[in-house]
């Protein structure tokens, strides 16, 4: 599934399935598209060595026995699958994440179902570090909710799942990924450095790579708090025009 490179994703981590359904209810009453919205966690119930089944573009009509646990969720989100994940194990999925993983199992590169959670976020533009992250979640038995879109609508996804018992919260931007990709080796190392740095010198320009909505920032003061950023200094003149270029709008 090829993704927009003005979509981008927030990601709640919750603890129990209860904080993941509150959330999820929480979204609906917001308004939010509930077709863009996507959980994973283990299926407890599940013994099988093999796909349990699968359905896209619909509501849920059928989940069996696991009606107990994910029943509440049926009408709400679209599309739902129960998947084998070596070294996660078996994974109920409900949402636009099930096609992407869907996709990532379909793909020569993936090397079997072993990196098909983590292809389909990486595909969506979440980073590796990230990644690697929400599978050690998954795997320990939390639950992941995810909410895809532009920018606005996951600005107000991230200002409702901030209201709820997440764990983790996180927006990932997919130009971050692709702003990242622009820098030379020389680059990047300057990048990690300025992300170390305690303070921002005064009227720099740079962008927060953690809020790459809001644009070119200037400091506004002397010894500004810095968190992961990136400096124009950082950069050549060339590499911050190709960066500009990359922004959400």
Same mark, same amino acid.
Do not use: C
């Given at each position: 599934m090829t993704q927009s490179a003005q979509e981008h994703s927030v990601v709640a981590i919750y603890d129990t399935h209860a904080a993941a359904e509150a959330a999820i209810k929480a979204l609906q009453q917001s308004g939010f598209d509930m077709k863009t919205l996507s959980i994973v966690g283990k299926d407890f119930q599940t013994e099988e060595h093999a796909i349990g089944f699968y359905t896209a573009g619909d509501r849920i009509k059928v989940w069996g026995g696991r009606g107990a646990i994910w029943g509440t969720l049926w009408g709400m989100l679209f599309g739902g699958a129960v998947f084998l994940i070596p070294a996660i194990g078996p994974l109920v999925v409900m949402g636009p994440l099930v096609a992407w993983i869907v996709g990532a199992l379909e793909g020569a590169a993936v090397g079997g179902a072993t990196g098909a959670l983590a292809a389909a976020l990486s595909g969506i533009g979440i980073a590796s570090d990230s990644v690697i992250k929400y599978e050690v979640d998954v795997k320990a038995g939390k639950f992941l909710v995810l909410a895809h879109g532009g920018a606005d609508a996951v600005a107000s996804a991230r200002v409702v799942l901030g209201t709820?018992?997440?764990?983790?919260? &996180?927006?990932?931007?997919?130009? $971050?990924?692709?702003?990242?990709?622009?820098?030379?080796?020389?680059?990047?190392?300057?990048?990690?450095? &300025?992300?170390?740095?305690?303070? $921002?010198?005064?009227?720099?320009?740079?962008?927060?790579?953690?809020? $790459?909505?809001r644009g070119v920032r200037r400091s506004p003061g002397p010894g500004t708090p810095l968190g992961r950023v990136l400096p124009r200094k950082a950069v050549h003149d060339a590499t911050w025009r190709k960066i500009v270029a990359q922004l959400p709008q």
């Amino acid at each position: 599934m090829t993704q927009s490179a003005q979509e981008h994703s927030v990601v709640a981590i919750y603890d129990t399935h209860a904080a993941a359904e509150a959330a999820i209810k929480a979204l609906q009453q917001s308004g939010f598209d509930m077709k863009t919205l996507s959980i994973v966690g283990k299926d407890f119930q599940t013994e099988e060595h093999a796909i349990g089944f699968y359905t896209a573009g619909d509501r849920i009509k059928v989940w069996g026995g696991r009606g107990a646990i994910w029943g509440t969720l049926w009408g709400m989100l679209f599309g739902g699958a129960v998947f084998l994940i070596p070294a996660i194990g078996p994974l109920v999925v409900m949402g636009p994440l099930v096609a992407w993983i869907v996709g990532a199992l379909e793909g020569a590169a993936v090397g079997g179902a072993t990196g098909a959670l983590a292809a389909a976020l990486s595909g969506i533009g979440i980073a590796s570090d990230s990644v690697i992250k929400y599978e050690v979640d998954v795997k320990a038995g939390k639950f992941l909710v995810l909410a895809h879109g532009g920018a606005d609508a996951v600005a107000s996804a991230r200002v409702v799942l901030g209201t709820t018992d997440a764990s983790h919260l &996180a927006t990932h931007y997919r130009a $971050l990924n692709q702003v990242m990709s622009l820098l030379s080796d020389d680059e990047i190392a300057s990048v990690s450095t &300025a992300e170390t740095a305690v303070r $921002l010198p005064d009227d720099e320009e740079y962008l927060d790579l953690e809020q $790459l909505e809001r644009g070119v920032r200037r400091s506004p003061g002397p010894g500004t708090p810095l968190g992961r950023v990136l400096p124009r200094k950082a950069v050549h003149d060339a590499t911050w025009r190709k960066i500009v270029a990359q922004l959400p709008q």
